[in-house]
């Protein structure tokens, strides 16, 4: 930073310390005289370049402003000194014919005093009818637009309380609505809880349930079910069994009135292998029954 300083141009620097010190006698010269105008001293505080910047930029506005309010004052004095010069040739004139108002009656200058209130209140220019014709044009076309104004705004104005009067109606549905939401949480909690607790029961039943599935799908993978084994096949399979144990049921009983028999040996044993090729007979059927029976449901 010390480079830059010491290589730059020695008289830039001259200039800018000047114009900085040119600007803070400007700032000091305006506040002494807006604070001696005001009876009081200058208060201390520093002097940076950001506030000399800125009570810099409020002096040239300040001085600016002061011109011209001067230069309106000068225009006004003027203005009210061509004023008196001619209402005092005015009265002149009015007092060489006999119209001073000393001299008028009283209604006359209430008449007159009422006159100019008419014409400052119209402002117009002078007195001339035409000059009151066309203030009263002109003050008829504003009252028009102020009529159109009000009729506007009034129109406005409706649609403004209906919109307000529907949202204090919403919000007053609202307002109850949120009360009986209110009400409604206590019982809608407990509800909750109760089908948390029911949800959590019937998570742990159904973890039960398929652990349950699981031990009967390996228990009947292990007999060695199959899907062909349905329930109507093991009906149809039964209703045969029964009917083959009516079958054999006389056969067994006939086996066992051979048992009230006396001893013979040779006959004995022609019964028995005669009884052995009947069951054999009996179990080969009851095979075939049931092979079909499989056969069938496949």
């Known amino acids: 930073m010390s480079d830059i300083i010491s290589g730059s141009d020695p008289s830039v620097i001259e200039s800018k310390s000047n114009f900085d010190s040119g600007r803070i006698s400007d700032v000091k010269a305006w506040l002494a005289s807006q604070f001696?105008?005001?009876?009081?001293?200058?208060?201390?505080?520093e002097y940076t370049p950001r506030t000399i910047a800125h009570l810099h930029n409020l002096s040239t506005l300040s001085q600016a402003k002061t011109q011209a309010a001067g230069i309106v004052a000068t225009d006004f004095r003027q203005k009210a000194a061509e004023y008196r010069c001619q209402a005092a040739r005015v009265r002149e004139i009015l007092e060489n014919v006999g119209l001073a108002q000393e001299g008028l009656p009283s209604n006359v200058v209430a008449s007159a005093q009422c006159l100019a209130n008419v014409a400052n209140l119209l402002n117009t220019r002078d007195t001339e009818l035409s000059s009151f014709l066309v203030a009263m044009g002109d003050m008829s076309l504003r009252k028009t637009g102020v009529e159109e104004k009000r009729a506007k705004v009034q129109k406005e104005s409706k649609i403004l309380l209906d919109y307000t009067r529907k949202a204090i109606a919403r919000l007053t549905y609202l307002k109850r609505t949120l009360a009986q939401l209110e009400d409604d949480v206590a019982p809608c909690e407990a509800q909750m809880e109760n089908w948390k607790t029911n949800l959590a029961i019937m998570v742990s039943k159904e973890r039960q349930y398929l652990q349950q599935y699981s031990n009967y799908k390996a228990l009947l993978n292990r007999v060695g079910y199959t899907p062909e084994i349905s329930h109507g096949v093991l009906v149809e399979m039964a209703e045969h069994r029964k009917d083959l144990e009516k079958k054999t049921k006389p056969?067994?009983?006939?086996l066992r009135s051979y048992q009230?028999?006396?001893?013979?040996?040779?006959l004995a044993a022609l019964a028995i292998e005669d009884k052995k090729r009947q069951y054999a007979a009996a179990e080969k059927h009851l095979e075939d029954v049931l092979h079909s029976a499989l056969a069938t449901s496949e």
Do not use: Q, R, S, Y
């Not at 009230?260 to 040779?266: E, F, G, N, V």
């Open 251 to 254: 056969i067994l009983d006939t």
């Open 36 to 45: 001696d105008a005001a009876g009081k001293d200058v208060p201390d505080f």
């Open 260 to 266: 009230d028999l006396p001893p013979d040996k040779a």
